[in-house]
């Protein structure tokens, strides 16, 4: 699983930093801004040239053709049945002029040349509104190119599904753009939601099915990411050298396959992980070198862990990490450590854990004696997965057994929590 985990990693550094956009901007009439309406065959882009700054132009149902290039401040709003079509080559809208708002519109039939940047909707300009736009028959679905404080909202992207799921195209890039929002919007069937090299992030109340990753960040310090819903994706949220991530409120389902993870970190600092939902994935956090520095952070609170193969995954000894008041229940191994090492250095603190098998004399909610996991053959199957084969059978059952009646042969405690929380957990 982890080297399949790297691959996908590996992908996306050899991707090329994509082009800033460049507008030649056609002479602005002079004027107070206006609306105008458009019908399907009028030459679009004859119509926005002719326009001031601030105005306004009203696509009527229909078709209209692309490409369009925005080149000054305006607002493009289309009315019920209203579509943008390109030519099934290069980028059917980009939008260079700040400020501009695009809403209520279908966009389609972009051009598939990765090489070339092709999408449905380019962003280079700051301060960009796309509202309710439904895109589709496009590579990437929009791509913000060293854009800032812009807004991506209520809208719906479909993927190229016919396509293996690396070749799709993203469903939303951010580059070099920092500051912006991606909020409510509907993402199937997409390659990723990517946020690289880009600051101060939103990225609220989305739902991504049926991708490879839900979102992945790479040095993309100081982002949000609060409640979205991530299904059947082979990635949840994977977050990659970066500080001050916050994930609040997601839910990760059925992240599964051999590279499946709920939320993943690599050499990452400062992450706060609160009210998450992470349910049925192949691992269902997964840390390598996070926190990255001594004294570093990453705290994980409140979140429920739950009927995953594993629940927590480990790349060997991770020092700094801290998990309190999460609920972990039923999940087959319910901590893993990689390279016969084990969680000495996470702190686990006050979890309520489906397998323990304590008591509460005090009747004070905390458990009188440690959660330990030292099962042998949970401990077996967290080191060599291909050990699930057996799990559940009497074979392994027996080995338990063995262990716990000679329990000078059971193996050292992999994880250990001093003060397991008693409390029945709620299923949130």
Avoid at 76 to 95: D, N, S
Avoid at 240 to 260: H, K, P, Q
Wanted: glycine share 12%.
């Amino acid at each position: 699983m982890i080297a399949l985990v790297a691959s996908l990693c590996a992908q996306e550094h050899a991707a090329v930093a994509p082009a800033a956009v460049e507008i030649t901007v056609a002479s602005v009439p002079a004027g107070a801004p206006r609306t105008e309406r458009v019908s399907p065959g009028d030459d679009l882009q004859a119509r926005l040239t002719a326009l001031p700054a601030g105005s306004t132009l009203v696509l009527a149902p229909g078709t209209h053709h692309g490409p369009l290039y925005v080149d000054r401040t305006v607002t493009i709003a289309g009315e019920p049945g209203a579509e943008l079509r390109g030519r099934g080559e290069g980028t059917v809208l980009v939008v260079g002029a700040p400020d501009t708002r695009i809403r209520d519109l279908a966009i389609r039939a972009g051009g598939s040349d990765a090489t070339k940047g092709d999408a449905g909707v380019i962003v280079g300009a700051d301060r960009v509104t796309l509202e309710r736009l439904d895109i589709g028959e496009v590579l990437v679905g929009v791509d913000f190119r060293m854009a800032d404080d812009g807004v991506l909202r209520d809208s719906t992207i479909r993927g190229r599904v016919d396509r293996p799921m690396g070749q799709r195209g993203d469903g939303v890039r951010l580059w070099e753009s920092d500051g912006n929002t991606v909020e409510g919007n509907t993402l199937v069937g997409v390659r990723d939601l990517v946020v690289w090299y880009s600051e101060d992030n939103r990225i609220v109340r989305n739902e991504v099915s049926g991708s490879r990753y839900g979102t992945h960040f790479m040095h993309a310090d100081g982002s949000v990411v609060r409640d979205n819903v991530y299904t059947d994706n082979v990635v949840g949220v994977f977050v990659m050298y970066s500080t001050g991530i916050e994930l609040v409120g997601n839910t990760v389902r059925d992240a599964d396959g051999a590279a499946g993870v709920g939320f993943g970190f690599k050499e990452s600092e400062e992450i706060v992980a609160t009210g998450n939902r992470l349910l049925g994935n192949t691992t269902g956090v997964y840390l390598d070198g996070t926190p990255q520095r001594v004294g570093g952070s990453a705290r994980f609170t409140d979140n429920l862990i739950a009927y995953n193969t594993t629940g927590v995954r480990l790349h060997g000894t991770q020092i700094g990490a801290v998990f309190t008041g999460n609920d972990l229940q039923e999940n087959v191994v319910p901590v893993a450590v990689d390279g016969r090492s084990d969680a000495s250095g996470t702190a686990f603190d006050g979890n309520r854990w489906s397998d323990y098998a304590g008591y509460d004399l005090d009747d004070d909610g905390v458990g009188d004696v440690p959660w330990e996991l030292r099962a042998v053959s949970v401990t077996l199957l967290g080191r060599n997965p291909a050990v699930a084969y057996f799990h559940g059978t009497l074979a392994a059952g027996l080995l338990d057994l063995f262990a716990a009646a000679f329990p000078m042969l059971a193996p050292p405690a992999v994880a250990r929590d001093d003060r397991p929380a008693m409390n029945s957990p709620v299923l949130r």
